[in-house]
């Protein structure tokens, strides 16, 4: 294993996905290592206070989707290909040598252009987790703030919904619990009452039942909030009836 694979192993090691050996491995590396030291406990932080926010059922299929996955992540490095010089001259005896070079240069692109796969691929999974842990960092702060108010409704089949307005930080929270999840190709989308009309105040994610979300833009004088059931991707006005509309809390 490179050092630049190791690199790439703070996530995993922060979820506790790595084997015995591989953990191993990367905790020598980390002790000298404070960039990866600090990477984890970022997203260990970020792990647990996720996990703090809001909990939910994993669907039944997530093991074997990830176990799928699994074997298309991680690549053997590059291996050295001894070539045997022709016995006989003249260029009928070079082509074997000639192709061979030319398989090796071609599988050396090839690793390459994986392993700068594979480093995006972790980048990206580093700036979701930065981005989750910025979003859950707001809800709580919502949820925190002194002036904090909330109100819950029933939203029907055992559903309930509640949403948490703090006036000192213009912001909003809504915790939906054990809410049916969307027809296919749907999404639940929140919006503001604002003066007689609605704004879009975000998406829910469509394959939870329960979650925290931090409403999109700033309360401002909106004296309430709905959901209804849009498209994929939102609509920019409700095009259905409301599921539920809230009254702000005074």
Not at 54 to 77: C, F, N
Not at 203 to 228: C, F, N, Q
Request: net charge neutral; glycine share 8%; charged share 25%.
């Amino acid at each position: 294993m490179t050092t630049t694979d190791l690199h790439t192993l703070t996530g995993a090691y922060a979820l506790h996905a790595l084997a015995d050996d591989e953990r191993e491995r990367f905790e020598r590396h980390a002790a000298d290592c404070e960039a990866c030291a600090q990477e984890v406990r970022e997203l260990t932080a970020a792990a647990a206070r996720l996990g703090l926010a809001v909990t939910a059922s994993p669907d039944p299929a997530l093991k074997d989707q990830v176990m799928r996955r699994i074997t298309t992540v991680r690549q053997e490095g590059p291996r050295a290909i001894p070539l045997t010089a022709p016995r006989r001259a003249g260029a009928r005896g070079r082509r074997p040598a000639r192709w061979a070079l030319a398989a090796v240069l071609a599988a050396a692109a090839a690793l390459g252009g994986t392993a700068a796969w594979q480093h995006e691929r972790a980048q990206d999974a580093q700036e979701q987790a930065r981005q989750a842990e910025r979003r859950t960092n707001e809800v709580a702060a919502v949820l925190a703030a002194p002036d904090a108010k909330a109100r819950t409704a029933t939203l029907g089949d055992g559903a309930t919904g509640t949403v948490v307005v703090s006036k000192s930080r213009d912001q909003a929270v809504f915790i939906a619990s054990r809410m049916a999840r969307p027809p296919s190709g749907k999404v639940y989308q929140l919006w503001f009452a604002d003066a007689g009309a609605m704004r879009s105040a975000g998406l829910m994610d469509p394959g939870r039942t329960t979650e925290a979300v931090l409403m999109e833009g700033s309360v401002d004088g909106a004296s309430g909030m709905g959901i209804t059931v849009e498209p994929a991707g939102g609509s920019a006005e409700p095009t259905s009836g409301p599921l539920a509309l809230l009254n702000f809390p005074a």
